[in-house]
């Protein structure tokens, strides 16, 4: 399981869940978790493919490549994997190494949100609420923080709390 492998190694890596931290013991369940996600991705399994991009973004168990995280994401995104838009969203907001394009993750977030993606629906109200390649919209940034806060999404729970607040 390439999941296992990867919580595991996540758990070597930080000595959490009762383990004692290990990294070498972490990079290699890491860098098996990695193999099996890209296999599963080639086969079509769209969340492999936002796993392995997410491991590539990161450099756990695999060389940090952000570029062909990107395109696994957008993969993912096409094939309407909702997790996959909002990790591509965010490479478009805030990855240093390709274009931002603020416009178009608002599109991706919303389309996301449409779709029943909450953290989408959070990261959406952040962009209104700054006017963050959107026009700055506070009533509309507090009813998304209150939909994704609804869904479980916690930190929109905060942001929301914070606009009330001010």
Not at 93 to 100: G, H, K, T
């Amino acid at each position: 399981s390439a999941a296992g492998c990867a919580h595991l190694g996540g758990a070597f890596e930080t000595g959490s869940f009762g383990v004692v931290r290990d990294p070498g013991r972490a990079q290699q369940l890491l860098a098996r978790a990695a193999g099996g996600y890209r296999e599963a991705c080639e086969r079509g399994e769209t969340r492999a493919c936002v796993a392995y991009g997410t491991m590539l973004l990161d450099g756990s168990g695999v060389e940090r490549d952000a570029h062909r995280a990107v395109e696994l994401f957008r993969l993912a995104c096409e094939r309407r994997d909702l997790e996959g838009c909002c990790a591509l969203a965010l490479m478009y907001l805030y990855f240093e190494s390709i274009p931002r394009d603020t416009q178009r993750a608002a599109y991706l977030l919303q389309n996301a949100c449409d779709g029943g993606e909450e953290y989408g629906c959070f990261l959406l109200g952040r962009q209104l609420e700054i006017g963050e390649g959107v026009a700055r919209d506070a009533a509309r940034a507090a009813l998304l923080y209150q939909r994704a806060c609804d869904g479980g999404e916690m930190v929109s729970c905060s942001s929301l709390g914070e606009m009330y607040e001010e």
